[in-house]
């Protein structure tokens, strides 16, 4: 790992059917929070990144543009970073790097979405090209279904024990969501209510897939000399990795998902982890459906390939299990997409800073988060410490 | 701060490609790869400048430019605009985690709508986009203002268009091949007054790739490093309202890219400058915020001839974007056009002069709402 970059402050906004604001002012709302959150002004600023799924998602493009006032940063320099789906984590990548050149001293990271003023499965739909894979593509839960029962299939996973796995996944995340001020989706669920909800793809159900939202989600990243003068606690970047595969969807074997895998060992080579279910304290797992969470396991070394269900039918990753996942309630019940991976990264910080509240994993040290993108393309992960 | 150079290049003409974009890309990667004797696997990390909605109609632009641009399974981002793409490359290098960075930036014109069916998505749908707000009608209010201002003249901005072009005859990757006078500028129609249609830039394919290395690795890679000596970037208020149009931020992103190259006087100091001018008068008015001329003289500083190929300051040997403009790559472009007169390699579009320092610049959003300006020494 080259220089020590901390981040110093986050911000999120209310994420949910956000209709009280406009899309400029629900940035605003994440920027400010993360200002009193480091105690610094806008001045202390050198540079922001700021980045959505893609821009078109809300019928506006290089919305750096719309937002530069909204920034706060009217008058520096701005990247605009995006990826897709795993964007969050692109942006806490390019916000690390920024200072880690040495070209900036403090730099703010933003990510962003309103999804209620816009069509996200239209917009999704189009992720695709529009000779081979537009046709038969029906947004994001077709291409999820299929990885999902590929994976079944491959590691020869009952389909009742996936399901009911899967249904353990929705009900916890949703529980954790309780805990969270920020979630979008408040509801109990039991393990009934998910087996029984409407399919979506088969095997996908409504309380398997993530919403809607909107939301908005702002961290400040600094140098280590900057850092220690400015905050009393600050959280320590240790690891990240990004990987992309294939664009045709078929080409690749998502079932063991290579992206995913690969971020994983770069992020825990960098960070020098050796047995990350030991290791890790807590991860925010990107987990737009249920089942693809049992997948991340499984990529991410938790648990063995094809034992993500037993795991979790063990309990290992809820609240007060072997290696809490999504004490947030996760991207199930909270998704505006260009600022989730940025959440899972903020939540990641606010554990080890021991700031996440009733959600707060007990001591809590060493924090993975993670962000997917593309048609199941891309993954990138996050390592966060307490500890320099 | 560790220095960071550019140890290869590659780009793809203007004129339409019957390439498919992967194959385009691809091969204009593979050429920079190839200059500098590397393969995919030995470099350390992918950066692509590529943008959604310019891009035949694909949401999330970095699914499909994955592959062509060498990405799979390694080690890499996406950049909205190709100078971000590019000084975000040099971070990751100066960082000291990566020794090689491979940058593309990637944009196929030819498949897409008109730029302004593209800038008008800039505008906020409640206020600006109403009212017809695009690039080029706001580009037509920033010269009725410095016409007005400062007593520029159509000739004088016509005379910026009758320079590229004909620079633009001898780039061989230039988009527009066409040698135009000044009166044919001024007699050509008028498309958002009193902007003419050939004061207007074209809309282009482009392709283009830079191979940055760390100063370590890059004697490994070429005889003819080009450094990154400045940086510099800023941006202005949303609404063409709230700001001086003939005051805007690219002050700000020169005088950054100065202090960090050590330069004090632009005017003696820099030797050839490629400017994003999407609009002739804008070279002009730029020039003058980069300070290589005075507040207001960027009409006598055409009428002088001194940003002609054979000047004393060359601007745009090139062509510019008045002869090429593929909206995203554009600002690469620039890099790449200074960076090959550093090397004295430019071809028949190389200036007369020794040139050690160059300035690449690169602008987008309305009446240039968002300024970079690169400061390139070999």
């Known amino acids: 790992m080259g220089k020590p970059v901390a981040i110093i402050g986050t911000g999120q906004t209310n994420h949910g059917r956000r209709r009280d604001v406009s899309y400029p002012e629900l940035v605003r709302e994440a920027v400010v929070a993360a200002f009193e959150d480091a105690g610094i002004t806008p001045q202390d600023i050198d540079g922001v990144v700021s980045g959505t799924m893609p821009s078109m998602m809300e019928g506006i493009s290089l919305t750096h543009f719309y937002f530069a006032d909204a920034l706060c940063q ?7 970073v995006e990826t897709c789906g795993s964007t969050g984590q692109s942006l806490g990548h390019c916000g690390y790097y920024w200072v880690a050149s040495g070209m900036g001293d403090i730099v703010l990271v933003v990510g962003h979405e309103k999804m209620h003023e816009g069509d996200s499965q239209a917009t ?13 593509a029906a947004g994001a839960p077709g291409i999820f279904t299929m990885q999902c029962m590929e994976w079944m299939y491959r590691f020869n996973i009952d389909e009742q024990k996936a399901r009911e796995a899967a249904a353990l996944v929705s009900v916890s995340n949703h529980d954790n969501a309780f805990d969270n001020p920020y979630a979008h989706i408040k509801i109990r669920v039991t393990v009934d209510d998910v087996k029984s909800a409407k399919v979506i793809t088969y095997p996908v159900r409504l309380l398997d897939v993530c919403p809607n939202s909107d939301g908005a989600c702002a961290v400040i990243f600094a140098s280590e000399e900057k850092a220690k003068k400015i905050c009393k606690k600050p959280a320590w970047i240790k690891g990240m990795g990004f990987r992309g595969e294939e664009f045709f969807f078929g080409e690749s074997d998502k079932s063991v998902w290579p992206s995913a895998t690969e971020a994983a060992k770069e992020a825990y080579n960098m960070a020098g982890i050796r047995d990350p279910l030991k290791e890790l304290d807590v991860a925010e797992v990107y987990n737009p459906f249920t089942y693809q969470e049992m997948i991340f396991y499984e990529c991410f070394g938790f648990c063995p390939r094809g034992e993500g269900p ?14 809490p996942c999504d004490p947030s309630g996760g991207t199930l019940c909270t998704n505006p997409i260009g600022a989730t991976g940025l959440i899972r990264l903020a939540e990641s910080v606010l554990q080890v800073t021991g700031k996440a509240g009733d959600r707060q994993v007990e001591g809590a040290k060493l924090a993975l988060s993670h962000a997917m993108g593309g048609t199941d393309q891309f993954n990138g992960i996050t390592i966060v410490s307490s500890e320099l | 701060m560790r220095r960071v150079a550019i140890a290869s290049m590659a780009q793809s003409s203007g004129g339409e490609s019957r390439d498919s974009l992967m194959d385009f890309t691809f091969r204009v990667a593979k050429e920079a790869l190839d200059k500098a004797g590397m393969t995919r696997d030995e470099v350390g990390c992918i950066m692509i400048g590529s943008s959604d909605i310019f891009h035949s109609g694909l949401s999330c632009s970095n699914s499909f430019d994955w592959d062509g641009t060498g990405a799979f399974l390694k080690e890499g981002s996406r950049a909205e605009e190709s100078i971000f793409a590019f000084i975000y490359a040099c971070m990751r290098i100066m960082s000291g985690q990566f020794d090689t960075v491979l940058v593309t930036s990637l944009v196929k014109g030819s498949e897409n709508p008109d730029n302004d069916a593209c800038t008008s998505f800039f505008a906020d749908p409640f206020y600006l986009r109403p009212v017809g707000m695009n690039e080029t009608t706001a580009a037509a209010m920033q010269m009725r203002e410095y016409m007005w201002r400062y007593s520029i003249t159509e000739e004088q901005c016509a005379k910026v268009v009758e320079k590229n072009l004909g620079n633009a005859l001898y780039n061989p990757y230039a988009h527009i091949k066409k040698k135009v006078t000044i009166d044919d500028v001024l007699s050509s129609p008028t498309i958002s007054d009193p902007l003419k249609v050939l004061e207007c830039a074209p809309k282009s394919d482009g392709v283009v790739s830079v191979l940055l290395a760390s100063e370590e690795k890059v004697g490994e890679l070429t005889n003819r490093p080009v450094w990154l000596k400045g940086y510099g970037c800023s941006i202005d208020h949303f609404y063409p309202g ?15 890219a100065y202090k960090m190259a050590g330069i004090t006087d632009p005017k003696k100091e820099i030797d050839v400058a490629e400017i994003c001018e999407p609009y002739a008068f804008q070279e002009l008015l730029w020039c003058e915020q980069l300070g290589l001329c005075g507040e207001g003289e960027g009409g006598t500083l055409i009428d002088s001839g001194v940003t002609r190929m054979n000047g004393t300051l060359p601007v745009n040997p090139s062509g510019g974007v008045l002869a090429m403009n593929p909206y995203v790559s554009r600002g690469l472009y620039r890099i790449v056009e200074a960076a090959l007169q550093i090397r004295g390699r430019a071809g028949e579009h190389q200036v007369d002069k020794d040139v050690k320092t160059a300035l690449a610049h690169g602008t987008q959003g309305f009446a240039g709402q968002c300024h970079s300006v690169v400061i390139l020494e070999g």
């Open chain 1, 124 to 136: 999704m739909t189009t992720v695709f090209d529009p000779f081979f894979q537009q046709t038969f």
């Open chain 1, 310 to 323: 037993d795991y979790v039918l063990k309990g290992t990753f809820k609240k007060g299990g072997k290696l």
């Open chain 2, 242 to 256: 709230d700001r001086d149009l003939l005051d805007g931020e690219l002050k700000t992103a020169a005088a950054a």
């Open chain 1, 74 to 80: 009217v008058g520096k320099p701005i990247l605009k």
